[in-house]
């Protein structure tokens, strides 16, 4: 009977230990608080009453369930382009498979809206907008403002725009927009002013952050999971799959075509013809322009559907993962996150209802998803006079307790960044000129830093 009852209580811990991995306690889950938004012309954001991040994760021992309004703490919009809508609520329950499996027959297509979900909840898109050519006019369809396409939504089109250059001026500082309320990112969701060429004036004004801050110097966080349960990580990770090599830049297995006149696909395939290349139509408008080169033997770049094998700080023993992809200065590159094609079994992740028998999983209350050194943030402008911005590089999971201190040690500010945002801004316009210093509380640790302010 001691054996009998031994042998149950390691299976018991084995299947806890299995089903608390990563596609588990990996959520930022929040019950509270409420997310903001800007309205164009306005640079306060105000509340929009939607609880941010996820509200409840729970798991059987198959799948775990995700529920979410999909709204991110960071605050969204506005949304430039003319695009009426704001985030809002979605209500969404989303099933992941805890043992995700390799695809070994033909590939499937990525198709219009989610392909995946941020762990803040927030619907991750594939590259494209819903706009296509249509050959029988020689004219843009669907989309806002276009006729619809020949088969309605979701046909099979040959040459398909791609969001990322084409709605630029539709993204927000965190690098997202609705679809009518859906919010998502079609990219790395790390905000424009963070990236090392900013190509987007939209945080000048309308200032947030996004899911994660890029830092060079360590792996990428864990930012999501693809629908055929399979992790997303940020921009970096280990150069080589083995987890050697250091940490570099993960690289996009793609390239733009030498092509000026659009007649055939990248394989070879004459489709009917596209718009001839040109400033209107520059190389790159459509996801066609590009080509996958097979980089062999060099680690560091993605295969066709932007993936590849390797270990991450969350999968020691190793794991097939996406990567966000972006250039050397942060910008982001294509196919951006999953796609064109999925690497393993797809499923439409988004399901009515969680079924009985699942474990609701309740996270720790910890303060942030991992311990940051003194060097893991940075203040600007320093010296400052109006504004003080404190960035924290990488991904937060939860609550963190940001003071400002004088040289006295009196508290003369205090604020939070909240699971799923990296910065926070004290204004300093009432503080005498003088040395102050910006200390953060991460767990039981105390991070701080020097910062003067200076009065003309």
Not at 299 to 320: K, Q, S, V
Not at 421 to 441: E, N, S
Request: one cysteine or more; aromatic letters at 12%; charged letters at 15%.
């Amino acid at each position: 009977m001691k054996t009998v009852v031994l042998i149950t209580s390691l299976f018991i811990c084995s299947f806890s230990l299995v089903a608390q991995g990563p596609a588990v306690t990996s959520w930022l889950q929040n019950t509270s608080i409420t997310g903001t938004y800007y309205m164009a012309g306005n640079s306060t954001p105000v509340g929009n009453s939607i609880l941010v991040n996820c509200q409840e994760v729970a798991y059987s021992t198959t799948y775990v369930y995700v529920t979410t309004e999909g709204v991110p703490s960071y605050p969204t919009g506005p949304f430039l382009d003319g695009n009426p809508s704001q985030a809002s609520a979605q209500g969404q329950i989303y099933r992941f498979p805890l043992s995700p499996q390799a695809n070994t027959g033909t590939p499937t297509a990525t198709t219009p809206g989610s392909v995946g979900i941020f762990i803040n909840g927030v619907s991750l898109y594939d590259y494209r907008d819903g706009v296509a050519w249509n050959p029988s006019t020689s004219a843009l369809c669907g989309g806002p403002g276009n006729p619809p396409c020949p088969g309605g939504m979701g046909a099979v089109m040959d040459w398909n725009r791609d969001a990322i250059p084409a709605e630029m001026d539709g993204f927000d500082c965190s690098k997202g927009h609705p679809a009518m309320g859906n919010y998502h990112h079609h990219q790395n969701p790390s905000a424009f002013n963070l990236d090392i060429n900013v190509v987007s004036s939209i945080c000048n004004l309308y200032d947030a952050d996004g899911l994660y801050g890029i830092d060079s110097t360590q792996h990428s966080p864990l930012i999501g999971f693809a629908y055929d349960g399979y992790p997303i990580y940020g921009a970096y990770g280990f150069q080589n799959s083995d987890g050697s090599g250091g940490v570099k830049r993960i690289l996009s297995g793609y390239q733009l075509r030498s092509i000026t006149n659009r007649t055939h696909l990248a394989d070879g395939t004459d489709v009917d013809d596209g718009p001839s290349v040109s400033a209107t139509y520059f190389l790159g408008y459509f996801r066609e322009d590009y080509e996958y080169n097979d980089h062999v033997g060099q680690d560091e770049y993605l295969d066709e559907h932007n993936g590849r094998f390797c270990i991450t700080p969350e999968y020691p023993a190793g794991t097939y993962a996406y990567f966000c992809t972006v250039d050397e200065n942060w910008n982001s590159a294509y196919p951006y996150a999953v796609g064109p094609t999925f690497y393993g079994i797809y499923s439409n992740a988004a399901v009515p209802s969680i079924p009985g028998g699942t474990t609701v999983y309740t996270a720790p209350t910890a303060i942030s998803q991992n311990n940051f050194a003194d060097t893991d943030f940075s203040i600007y402008p320093n010296p400052a006079a109006d504004l003080i911005a404190v960035q924290v590089n990488g991904l937060v999971g939860g609550k963190l307790k940001v003071e400002l201190i004088d040289i006295s040690g009196r508290l003369v500010r205090q604020t939070i960044i909240n699971a799923g945002q990296t910065i926070a801004h004290f204004d300093t316009q009432t503080l005498y000129t003088g040395v102050y210093f910006v200390r953060i509380t991460d767990r039981n640790k105390v991070h701080s830093k020097k910062i003067e302010i200076q009065r003309n």
